[in-house]
């Protein structure tokens, strides 16, 4: 059985059958789509320890929830709905890789650091007033029922927008992530700012 031979609909079907070897065939006509993907995105992936191995490994799994889920009377075809699973999934772990909880174990500081004046960095830190733990969990909550309720409003391209740029990513580095032009980024991002104002007003 060859994939040349057949239509990603028919391997689809013969899949729904529980034929293995049709769902080895899809993995393996994907395969080559999953290792472009993550070659792209490995290079928005500095000290955050994930490798273009990784990355296949999600892009496969991403295959697989398309596979899984995909419906034929959908407007998209397979191969639309499969490269959007793929690169959702790779995005999404490049983005989580780059979120503040593994930048702290990253970049954490030494308990005994000093700063150029021989001063405890850590103790200076902790007898700092503007990082009291209760204005921090305050002012935290807020922004998250903020971030949350805005969430809900964006659409699907304004999410993927918004993930990216509270990683850190530059407007042309999400462009060229979501191929997309610099524009199209800038108006989703104003979009979002005023969705956030408006959010903020009625809390």
Known sequence: MKYKDYNDYELLSYVSENNEEASEILYEKYKPLIEITAKKMIRYCANTGLEVSDLIQ?????LSLAINSYKEQ??????????MCIDRKIISTVISSKRLKHKILNESLSLEATDNEGN?????????????????????????????KTYERLTDFEREVFDLK????SYREIASI?????KAIDNALQRIRTKIMEVKKEI
């Open 58 to 62: 999600e892009g496969m799994v991403g």
């Open 74 to 83: 959908k407007d998209a075809s397979f191969y639309t709905y499969a490269k």
């Open 120 to 148: 405890e960095v850590y103790g200076l830190m902790l007898s700092d007033e503007t990082l009291n733990p209760e204005k921090v969990l305050v002012f935290n909550e807020e922004e998250n029922e903020l971030l949350n």
């Open 166 to 169: 509270k990683s850190d990513f």
């Open 178 to 182: 979501l191929d997309k032009s610099p």
